[in-house]
């Protein structure tokens, strides 16, 4: 009982609404084929007379009833739920089972006298319900409406010329349209409210990936923002090296350089990017994470202050924070998630626990640097930050990183792979003037040094037009 009860907690909301509706539609359902058995089987019929195997007969058909009923139901389900198109020769199959079982059911009431029979039209009522429970899930109410009125005139008709009074047939009457009618309101109605969770779970999975894209669209924006620029005034300052060159003046080699400094620039901008080390404000991480993991349908608690820390700090615990909320979101079954950022006066500490065993895991044993915990530890130790993760108490998961108000980032721009570049031998050798990064305003029409007097009196205009 316990081991079941901790695999129900473990189920998300949708999960869990999905077994209550199925397992309601099918306890009803052999219920209906449990009173039939109980009805066989009574004292009153036992002593009456009637064959033994017309009794066994009837609780086997019963009983091969309610199993071909639960295939039927689940289909019907399936149908009803726009999932797949059940067989028609399957509903007809179930149609003929019925009919068999409500023979048989007819036949020993017969048998063994219909005034000798306690609860007779429960008793045809019992094997009627099972198929009208499947059948409400695939017709439509009018059909169904039909299908029952035809059931009720087979079952009072039998009973007529079986002998049977008014009064019988009139509660046979009763209770083989009211019974029937309430199942199949009954399972409509779970088959409704299953439908409505399924739509509802649809749209969070939508709202869940509008959010990935929204954020796939903000780091583009980035991008395109470091690499536009940069890659612009590249462009405008090679074509004006070229002309000088061309001129052969010795400011060629400087526009040179400078292009060799921007290209560095832009590639360092880029990896910082990447690695998301450009503009991180942990606040904001906090908001997107939470956001993005609400719109998953996974309740998400965010506590703890974040104002005051270093630039650096708020970056790389603004990435565990983007890092770990994907993680919960790929690879874990969480229903909830806390995330709460603890400052002490020598280092500042973000906790990140769900309930999904393998919510922050995901990927963490990959050696690939850049993704999972790996990544997660690459990037905090440029800030000399730890990293530990793995199970908590009662089947959590919990990631904590540390970092040191104190330590100063070890160089995010530096790749740790990458060797020395032809700018910085360049620089080395010729270290040459500073020269600001021009805007996109001053890309447009950058101004060439001053050239040679009178031997090249066009350089300046044919590199500002460049």
């Not at 316990?2 to 907690?9: A, D, F, K, S």
């Not at 009627?128 to 059931?151: D, E, N």
């Not at 626990?353 to 530890?377: F, H, I, Q, V, W």
């Not at 050239?451 to 300046?460: D, L, Q, V």
């Amino acid at each position: 009982m316990m081991r079941w009860l901790r695999r129900w907690r473990k189920r998300d909301g949708f999960a869990q609404a999905d077994l209550y509706a199925r397992a309601t539609i099918y306890l009803l359902l052999w219920l209906a084929v449990v009173l039939q058995v109980l009805y066989s089987v009574t004292r009153p019929v036992r002593h009456s007379g009637a064959p033994t195997a017309l009794i066994a007969a009837s609780c086997l058909l019963a009983v091969a009833q309610g199993v071909y009923c639960v295939s039927l139901a689940s289909g019907g389900l399936a149908e009803y739920l726009g999932q797949t198109t059940l067989s028609r020769r399957m509903v007809a199959f179930g149609a003929v089972l019925m009919a068999m079982d409500l023979a048989a059911a007819l036949l020993l009431a017969s048998q063994a006298g219909l005034r000798n029979v306690p609860g007779l039209s429960m008793l045809l009522c019992a094997a009627v319900m099972p198929f009208s429970m499947a059948h409400s899930l695939i017709v439509r109410k009018r059909v169904l409406a039909l299908a029952q009125l035809a059931a009720m005139g087979v079952v009072c008709g039998a009973v007529l010329l079986l002998g049977g009074d008014r009064p019988l047939v009139a509660a046979c009457m009763a209770c083989t349209v009211g019974g029937p009618v309430w199942y199949a309101v009954t399972t409509r109605c779970s088959a409704w409210h299953l439908g409505v969770m399924w739509k509802l779970n649809e749209a969070k999975d939508v709202e869940a990936r509008l959010a990935v894209a929204e954020e796939r669209l903000r780091f583009g924006r980035d991008l395109h923002d470091v690499m536009g620029r940069n890659l612009a005034v590249i462009a405008l300052k090679s074509e004006l090296a070229v002309q000088l060159a061309r001129r052969g003046l010795p400011e060629a080699v400087e526009q040179m350089t400078e292009v060799q400094r921007m290209a560095h620039e832009a590639q360092r901008e880029v990896r910082a990017v990447v690695r998301g080390y450009r503009g991180a404000d942990l606040a904001a991480e906090l908001g997107g994470a939470q956001g993005v993991l609400e719109a998953a349908g996974i309740e998400c608690t965010v506590t703890g202050p974040t104002d005051g820390l270093p630039a650096d700090v708020q970056s790389a615990l603004g990435w565990v924070v983007r890092e770990a909320a994907t993680n919960v979101l790929r690879h874990g079954d969480a229903r909830r998630c806390t995330i709460a950022v603890a400052r002490s006066a020598s280092d500042a500490t973000l906790t990140v626990e769900n309930d999904g065993a393998a919510g922050g895991g995901g990927n963490g044993s990959s050696s690939t640097p850049g993704t999972g915990l790996a990544g997660l530890r690459e990037r905090l130790t440029a800030v000399a930050g730890t990293l530990t993760a793995g199970p908590a108490p009662g089947g959590r998961f919990r990631l904590t990183a540390e970092v040191p108000l104190a330590a100063g980032p070890a160089g995010p721009d530096t790749d740790p792979d990458a060797g020395p570049s032809l700018a910085d031998a360049h620089t080395t050798a010729h270290p040459p003037t500073p020269t600001p990064t021009p805007n996109l305003t001053s890309a447009a029409a950058p101004t060439a040094p001053a050239p040679a007097p009178s031997a090249f009196p066009s350089t300046s205009a044919e590199g500002a037009s460049t």
